[in-house]
Structures are given as C-alpha cells and as structure tokens.
C-alpha cells in the first residue's frame, strides 16, 4: 500500500544553517505530494505542495521538488530561523474511490529545532 | 486561521466514558476528514465525509463513529474509552472529495484517565 517515510529527528540546527529533511514514498499511481508544519501548540498547516512529477513547491523560503524516478520529495530550506523550530510531515494524497485522491498519508514526523 | 473550526481544544475524561469531538469546515467546504495523532501510531487518517456521505474509512475502531449533517458539520463519537484513546483528533475539510488542497483544524486533546 501507499506509504511515506521521513527522516527521523529530532534535527538541530544553528540558525542560518542549511536545512534538509528527507522524505521518500512507495504509492501506485500519481500522487500529489504535500509538506505539513505543526508548530508547538498548533495544528497542522499546509507549508507547500507538488501535484506531478518535476514540480517544485515553494513557500516561506522552504522548497521541495517531485521526483519521481527516486520516489522522494526532499524538503530544504537555505538559511533557518528560530522561528521554523516545528514539527514537518511528508504526506501524499491517498487514492480512493475508483482511484480518486482524498485523504492523506502522513510520515511521521520530523522535528526541527533550531538554536539561536 | 485555517477557518476549520473544532471543539471542545481539551478534553479529560474517564475510561468507559463517551465524548463528541465536533468540527466545523471552512466556509464552502463539502469534504470533511478525521485524523488521530498519537505518539506511538503517529498522524492516521480515520474517516472522511463528503456532502453527509461516508467517502473513505481508514484506520477506525469500531467504537468510534461519525457523521456529516446538512449543514456539513461533523461530529466524531468515541465510546468506551479506553487509556490509548488518548490522543490529538483533527478535522480538515477540502472543497470537493479529492484533488483539493485539505486544511486543518487546531485540533482535540483527548486525555482518558
């Protein structure tokens, strides 16, 4: 079945350092791709997405790009902040219903904590 | 504010009991999905309504329950509770039943003492 698999932390990092996490999947079909962050008491919010094979999501400077021929959806972000100290979710979207893409598929987790 | 509204935020009750977790989707949304995060089984997709029909079932034990009404709330029923119940519940809601981006809620802190 589909599934997702992420890079266990946690992950500490300097602030201004690089930041990568990884994430690969195993999904039949063509699943969108999506990065999830949960900052401390929050829910979860969508930080970026790839709907097809080449594309790069891009938001608040973090950038993650759909490959498909090594199955993963990396997430990186150039220079970090205090402020990114968060828990990040690799998900893809699942397939239901005669192939149709509903609910997702979480990773578990990776946390990121970055020191001033 | 990703305008997937839950209540109640924290929740404290005692094994046995049952509790109603309700949510209310963005404005527009027909899709309504149930999500548990544990510490030891992670984020798992429970079940999804689209439009007040069962779309999807997931990872769901059969002394939980839910439902969509007419006006596209969702209520999440857990009964019999037992300690490893205890856990964060989201809702998130999406436009249509698939292909469309899914927002979260806060979230429901279930303690089960």
């Known amino acids: 079945g589909n599934s997702v698999t992420q890079m266990e932390g946690p992950v500490t990092l300097s602030e201004e350092a690089f930041l990568t996490i990884n994430c690969t999947y195993t999904?039949?079909?063509?699943?969108?791709l999506f990065w999830y962050v949960q900052y401390p008491g929050e829910g979860l919010q969508l930080l970026l997405k790839a709907t097809k094979a080449d594309d790069k999501g891009s938001n608040k400077g973090f950038e993650a790009t759909y490959r498909k021929e090594t199955t993963s959806f990396h997430l990186e972000k150039g220079s970090v902040q205090v402020s990114d100290s968060a828990v990040y979710f690799c998900?893809?979207?699942?397939?239901?219903?005669?192939?149709?893409?509903?609910?997702?598929?979480f990773g578990k987790g990776t946390k990121l904590s970055v020191k001033p | 504010d990703s305008g997937v509204t839950q209540t109640p935020k924290h929740l404290i009750t005692a094994t046995g009991q049952r509790v109603t977790l309700r949510c209310s989707p963005r404005?527009?949304?027909?899709?309504v999905y149930w999500y548990q995060q544990s510490l030891d089984q992670g984020l798992q997709f429970l079940i999804q309504?689209?439009?007040?029909?069962?779309?999807a079932k997931g990872n769901i034990l059969e002394r939980f329950s839910a439902q969509q009404f007419p006006d596209l709330h969702s209520e999440l029923n857990l009964s019999s509770l037992e300690l490893g119940d205890s856990a964060l519940y989201f809702c998130a809601s999406s436009q249509q039943a698939s292909g469309n981006t899914i927002y979260f809620g806060e979230g429901s802190w279930l303690t089960v003492v």
């Open positions: 999904a039949t079909g063509y699943p969108s």
């Open positions: 404005s527009g949304d027909l899709s």
């Open positions: 309504y689209y439009n007040g029909e069962e779309r």
């Open positions: 998900a893809l979207s699942g397939m239901n219903y005669g192939g149709s893409q509903g609910n997702l598929i």
